[in-house]
Nanobody
Framework: QVQLVESGGGLVQAGGSLRLSCAAS????????MGWFRQAPGKEREFVAA????????YYADSVKGRFTISRDNAKNTVYLQMNSLKPGDTAAYYC????????????????????WGQGTQVTVSS
């Protein structure tokens, strides 16, 4: 069982930055590929970014590419999402997720590949 706790959300003006953190309880955190998803009111959950357990592979949704950066610190069992140049369209609840993998460069893009999810943290970007 893996417990994930997100933090770092809040209210920010357009053009601003936030850094989300996701702390994991897993004893073998470095066996999990990690991802960030978001869900705005009335919309489906969408993929934002993913990272392999080694940190050597990352992938981003086109909508955030060049603005968001996913990273991880395996020594701290934590994954981060640095969000710059935020737009009102980024407003959503952001969720981190963990998916087991035995391959150091594997990451996942689909929600069904992730077995564990956090409770989410709200990000609101005002115009």
């Amino acid at each position: 069982q893996v417990q994930l706790v997100e933090s770092g959300g809040g209210l920010v003006q357009a053009g601003g930055s936030l850094r989300l953190s996701c702390a994991a309880s897993a004893r073998t955190f470095n066996n999990y590929a990690m991802g960030w998803f978001r869900q705005a009111p009335g919309k489906e959950r969408e993929f934002v970014a993913a990272i392999s357990w080694s940190g050597g592979s990352t992938y981003y949704a086109d909508s955030v590419k060049g603005r968001f950066t996913i990273s991880r610190d395996n020594a701290k069992n934590t994954v981060y999402l640095q969000m710059n140049s935020l737009k009102p369209g980024d407003t959503a609840a952001y969720y981190c997720a963990a998916g087991l993998t035995y391959y150091s460069y594997t990451y996942y893009l689909e929600p069904y590949d992730y077995a564990y999810w956090g409770q989410g943290t709200q990000v609101t970007v005002s115009s």
